[in-house]
């Protein structure tokens, strides 16, 4: 009894069940084809994390930073800046050989009661972040002993009449400098929470918490509105007012406003109610629109005067707008970031060399037969120092997103690096002028390890070892546990 309805249902369903199988197929072999090619670009930027560290090793072992061009090395804390803040980024990346003959150094070369003056804000970020996070990392006692160390040489910065912290300590005489200007960087009295808390909560003693909540506290007492100046007065805790942006001097002061909520476990909400603020002030005062491709960037506040320049380091802000959507502030936070990172991508993208300049002006003018932004040769506007915060934001919103398109503007960027900043005798040396000819700057300094290619090594781990849910980053990528 021949039916032909149902001989077309079973048609039918046996299409569909192909269909089905094929599509399969195509998913299973196209995240095979994704992972394969994930895990063959972290090895190259750990194969480029072990060139630059070829070159620190052979010509600037145990100082602050290689020269790579000239073979030399550069002294500025005396603290074995690049081995410390890199530390971390041998772990992750599983070179054990290296970070066994750092840890060596760190045991025997060491010294931190050196009659030296040193900033504590770079000392802070850097050396003490860098050994907090390397201790809950491996749980070697060794890195916390010399955190406690450090940090008790680092306290007498926080003896000032004012709340804000003297910039400079002795580290064997306890003795203080003052700023000579008289005031100091917000960014350098803002920053330093995340880490003193961090050793707190290691050691039980509240004297690191207490000092630098005291210094974020002044801060807030002086604040009208959510946007700060570049510069505080040490001596009265008053904002010297001026031009307002993001950039560098206030960049993450507004970074460590979410960081230290997310550090708390969310339980001290002041930080978010300030970091909220913040983020609406931004919007409001220093949101622009690129003429003709309308690309969304941050500028420069001047009273009433919107001044359309943006530096690199703003490039750090669609992270922490990643991040805190992750966290449940406003859903209207992460259009926001994307748009942000499309910008800094296109800083990349637009370059004849591939690289980033230091800044740029944006055209937001109503003439649209110019270009989205300008690079001009005012001081060091046009040279790149390998910088992280581009591929920072690329590997927070890759983690918020799963957007792949992330991971191939990290790996444009990677590319670029490889090709121009690439010293054959070891190391990666900023360059003097990304339209080119670059030119050689001569030098690598200590976040292209600690940052840059920490930061694009993770961008290519799917199963990050470091879940945004469970660490929070210091502003020198230094990973520190939730609590």
């Not at 772990?91 to 900033?119: D, H, I, P, T, Y």
């Not at 000032?160 to 008289?182: D, I, M, Y």
């Not at 003693?205 to 009208?224: E, I």
């Not at 708390?264 to 978010?272: C, D, I, P, V």
């Amino acid at each position: 009894n021949f039916n032909p309805t149902s001989k077309k249902r079973c048609l039918l369903v046996n299409s569909l069940l192909v269909v089905c199988v094929l599509a399969i197929l195509y998913i299973w072999n196209h995240s095979e084809s994704s992972t394969t090619t994930a895990a063959i670009r972290r090895q190259a930027i750990v194969k480029a994390f072990k060139h630059a560290w070829k070159g620190y090793r052979k010509y600037a072992w145990g100082k602050d930073e290689l020269k790579p061009v000239s073979g030399t090395s550069d002294e500025s804390l005396g603290l074995g800046t690049t081995l410390i803040d890199s530390l971390d980024t041998l772990w992750l990346m599983g070179l054990e050989e290296e970070f066994a003959e750092a840890r060596q150094w760190v045991a025997e070369k060491l010294v931190l009661n050196q009659s030296r003056f040193v900033n504590l804000f770079d000392v802070t970020i850097r050396i003490l972040g860098g050994l907090l996070s390397t201790y809950h990392l491996t749980g070697d006692s060794l890195f916390l002993e010399k955190a406690v160390e450090l940090g008790n040489r680092l306290i007498p910065c926080f003896s000032a009449s004012s709340t804000v912290p003297f910039p400079e300590v002795n580290l064997a005489t306890a003795q203080v400098v003052a700023p000579t200007s008289g005031c100091s960087p917000v960014s350098e009295v803002g920053s330093l929470q995340l880490e003193f808390r961090d050793l707190s909560l290691i050691t039980g003693d509240p004297r690191y918490r207490q000092a630098v909540d005291a210094a974020m506290q002044g801060l807030q007492s002086h604040l009208q509105g959510g946007l700060v100046p570049r510069l505080v007065t040490q001596a009265t805790g008053d904002f010297v007012h001026g031009a307002y942006s993001i950039g560098a001097g206030v960049d993450s002061y507004y970074e460590y406003l979410l960081k230290q909520y997310l550090q708390t476990g969310k339980t001290e909400r002041k930080f978010l109610g300030w970091y909220e603020e913040a983020v609406t002030s931004i919007s409001r005062e220093l949101l622009g629109y690129s003429v003709p491709s309308h690309l969304v960037f941050l500028g420069t506040r001047n009273g009433t005067d919107f001044i359309p320049y943006m530096e690199h380091v703003t490039c750090f802000f669609p992270a922490v707008l990643a991040l805190g959507y992750l966290h449940g502030c406003r859903q209207a936070h992460l259009p926001l970031a994307r748009e942000l990172m499309h910008t800094c991508y296109l800083l990349y993208k637009r370059s004849p060399t591939g690289l980033a300049p230091e800044a740029v002006y944006f055209n937001n003018r109503r003439v649209s037969t110019q270009a989205d932004f300008e690079i001009k040769d005012v001081g060091v506007d046009m040279q790149n120092f390998l910088r992280p915060e581009t591929v920072e934001s690329l590997f927070v919103l890759y983690q918020v997103t799963r957007d792949s398109r992330y991971m191939q503007w990290g790996w444009d960027i990677f590319q670029a690096f490889e090709k121009v900043t690439f010293v054959t005798s070891g190391g990666y040396s900023s360059i003097l002028d990304v339209r080119g000819p670059p030119g050689y700057k001569d030098r690598m300094e200590s976040f292209f390890m600690a940052e840059t290619l920490k930061y694009l090594f993770l961008l290519f781990s799917d199963d990050t070892p470091l879940p945004l849910d469970k660490w929070v980053f210091n502003t020198q990528a230094h990973p520190l546990p939730i609590q």
